[in-house]
């Protein structure tokens, strides 16, 4: 809370333009998004978890037992957050422009920065709060994003800083249900919505991001920076993606890879707390989605494919050092590098939303994961099949109300609905129902 409180200062402060700041524009925007909601089969409201519940996951009896919870969302739609950005003209007939964006998430109804590592922390031993394996969001200032580029109108922009992925770009832009955070596996997870296998890859540090659009056509590149002395590429990354855009038809893709990864999990040693399990591993992962709108109708399809794979770079706990600044625990094995054969994971995604009004809009849609066998059986066959539907009613462009629903059904020998412990079966399905509002400015 103290956080944010210094955070809302300092944006206040930056509001104020003085003599030598006259030409940058600095505007101050936010997001504040909260529903009542409940959720079948789910662990207690987490106070600082980005989405408060986890409605994506497959519950598993042991842990989460015959309980639902219900109660205050954070973020129905969108995450809540604020952030500042700005511009400022470099002169001299450049046609140059400076430009920054600062922005932080936190769950409204606490007040909380969005923590997902200290989620996991809190939750080792014997979990008690809803969570998520891994998160973007884990307690950075601006856990958002934090960047600062130069663009031109014929070059386009290059952004240095903490840099959103091109596949989480398109998620939002193509996502049938608004990549909405508590109705889409895409909008909850980074781990399918722009993570490529790893949900703290949505959010990319030490990265450089281009993006430049030609007529129709737009395409860019991100890089990160691994900063690890004597060897360049290990925990560097790279993306590329392109796509065409006109009237009412557009599509993208894009492709990603990174190198040592940190994935976080959670540590269900008895008797450890605050600590956090990890697994150093390589992912790739490419997506393509394409929309087109039909009247007041607009249909969208996509596909993503991504792949995990052992680590370029075998690292110790020591090179790690510490999960977002949270305690890492040792595995059993003795080992935090990914040693299983490659682990590919398949997501086809399509549906849409119709315009009834220009103020009132319902979207459907439908999610189809599936992560195949691996040849040392690793990972084994499922599928996870979620049904979105979102109404949304907006009173203005900044205030608007909305209820959803999200229905999961899970199948496959990953996981068995009864076992030789609880711990070894999983519910076979689980609903998410809420109705929120949200206010922009």
């Known amino acids: 809370m103290k956080k944010l409180l210094s955070l809302a200062a300092m944006f206040a402060a930056l509001s104020y333009t003085s003599p030598a700041f006259a030409d940058t524009n600095i505007n101050i925007y936010g997001t504040l998004d909260a529903a009542v909601g409940n959720v079948a089969h789910s662990l207690s409201v987490d106070p600082q ?12 009896k042991g842990l989460v037992g015959p309980s639902s919870a219900a109660g205050l969302f954070n973020g129905g739609i969108s995450d809540s957050r604020i952030g500042v950005t ?9 046609n140059v422009k400076v430009f920054f964006t600062l922005e932080e998430g936190f769950n409204l109804p606490t007040g909380r920065a969005n923590n997902s590592a200290a989620t996991l922390a809190s939750n080792a031993g014997t ?13 950075q200032l601006f856990n958002r994003q934090a960047i600062v580029g130069v663009s031109n109108g014929d070059w386009g922009s290059l952004a240095i800083g903490r ?16 990549d ?29 991001k281009y993006f430049n659009k030609i007529g129709s056509f737009n ?6 920076f691994g900063g690890t002395a004597g060897e360049a590429a290990a925990k560097s990354a790279y993306t590329v993606n392109a796509g065409y855009e006109t009237g009412n038809f557009g599509i993208q893709a894009a492709y990603q890879a990174f190198n040592d990864a940190i994935t976080g999990s959670l540590d269900t040693t008895a008797g450890d707390v605050n600590k956090v399990a990890v697994t150093n591993e390589n992912t790739r992962a490419w997506m393509v989605a394409a929309k087109y709108k039909i009247c007041a109708a607009t249909l969208k399809v996509g596909y993503e494919q991504y792949t995990i794979s052992a680590p370029s770079d075998n690292l110790t706990l020591t090179q790690i050092g510490n999960y977002y600044g949270q305690s890492i625990v040792l595995p059993a094995s003795g080992n935090v590098n990914f040693s299983s054969a490659s682990q590919t994971t398949h997501i086809v995604f399509g549906g849409g939303d119709y315009d009834f009004t220009k103020k009132f809009n319902v979207a459907a849609g439908i999610y189809d994961i599936s992560p195949q066998r691996s040849s040392d059986g690793g990972q084994k066959s499922e599928n996870l099949i979620y049904l979105s539907l979102l109404a949304d009613y907006h009173f203005t462009k900044s205030f608007d109300t909305y209820a959803g629903v999200m229905y999961a059904s899970f199948s496959g020998s990953q996981y068995p609905d009864t076992g030789t412990t609880l711990n070894k079966s999983y519910y076979q399905s689980n609903c998410i ?9």
């Open 86 to 94: 700005g511009n400022t003209d470099v002169g001299d007939g450049l």
């Open 219 to 224: 395409f860019g590149a991100l890089y990160k």
């Open 163 to 178: 840099n959103i992925t091109p596949i989480s770009d398109i998620c939002v832009a193509y996502d049938p249900v608004q």
């Open 49 to 60: 978890l980005a989405a408060s519940v986890n409605p994506v996951n497959v519950p598993s």
């Open 433 to 441: 129902t809420a109705v929120g509002m949200r206010y922009k400015f």
């Open 127 to 139: 979990p008690t709060t809803a969570y998520t394996p891994g998160g973007s969001l884990d307690g």
């Open 180 to 208: 909405a955070q508590l109705f889409s596996p895409l909008g909850f997870s980074g781990t399918f919505g722009g993570g490529g296998g790893a949900t703290e890859d949505a959010r990319v540090d030490n990265s450089l």
